[in-house]
């Protein structure tokens, strides 16, 4: 399994298409912030818009993807002149279709969603990408092909919105997910995603720790996996992924190890050692640095949620 295939499993991730915006000039679309474990993501078909969140004015044209990890609260601006117009929202079976107020062209064809991830190894993964994460797949031209065609596809199921309409809008959302987190820095997006890494050395260190992260991960055993020196390893690695061997080495880990606590009876002391931890109170410690809570309150806490979750009757009418 490759590395961000791995991360969206681990992030128990779940995607939804909310709106399909159809705005006209001169619109501001005020959009709310979201719940806790969701974040907010607008992909522009068509047309020019800026997205204005916390202080970035961001300017948007046709295939730009911006994703919100924080859930922030945001606006969509569209140009034009005079006193701005807001929006008005049709109900579908599958989603909301906005329109400018008083009508008119519509300048841009924008969809809007949201993801949805666990408290453990989803929130470590969320609140380890820039915020906002804001993507250009219109500038390369392969990432600009693909996108015309999962376009083509959204479309073409938004016309449609019949039955099995919002599932499979929900798996595009996911693919497209996909592609902004494998897109590196440099080619679309003026961000570090860690998990895009450019040099394939790199990228096969973090995908051999990924997938067995308590393996002994020492930086010389690293640095041979990559077949690097010392040195050139540590540059190439700080400079593919905006971070630290270290820090990356405790993220995977704990997110490892918050997959085990919400899906397993093992111990904690176990957890510890499977994810490369000489003891149970220095996993703890970080474990709690990172997550904000113990692993033994996290995991009566993802029991508690699971059970919230689950209908009284088992989910039978």
Known sequence: MDSVSRLLRMAQLRASLDKRCLLGEGTRMEVA???????????????????????????????????????????????????????????????????????????????????????????????????????????SAESDEVLRMLSALMRGEARREGEGTAAILSALCTVLLAMVLRTSRGDTTNTTLWTAATDGRIAEAIEGVLNDPGADWTIDRLCRAAAMSRATFLRHFGQDTGMTVGAFLARARLMAAAELLGSTDATVATIAGQVGYQSESAFSRAFRAEVGTTPARFRRDQVQRRKASTPADGGHP
């Open 33 to 139: 912030r979201h719940r806790e474990l969701e974040a907010p993501f607008h992909v522009l078909l068509e047309g020019e818009c800026q997205l204005q969140v916390g202080t970035a004015l961001l300017d948007l044209g046709p295939g730009d993807v911006v994703m919100i990890p924080s859930g922030a609260p945001h606006r969509v601006i569209t140009s034009g002149q005079g006193r701005p117009r807001g929006t008005t929202e049709t109900a579908g079976d599958a989603f909301v279709t906005t329109h400018s107020e008083r009508g008119g062209v519509a300048v841009i064809d924008l969809f809007c969603g949201h993801y949805t991830f666990d408290a453990g190894a989803g929130s470590l993964l969320f609140r380890s990408l820039p915020d906002p994460v804001h993507v250009s797949f219109g500038q």
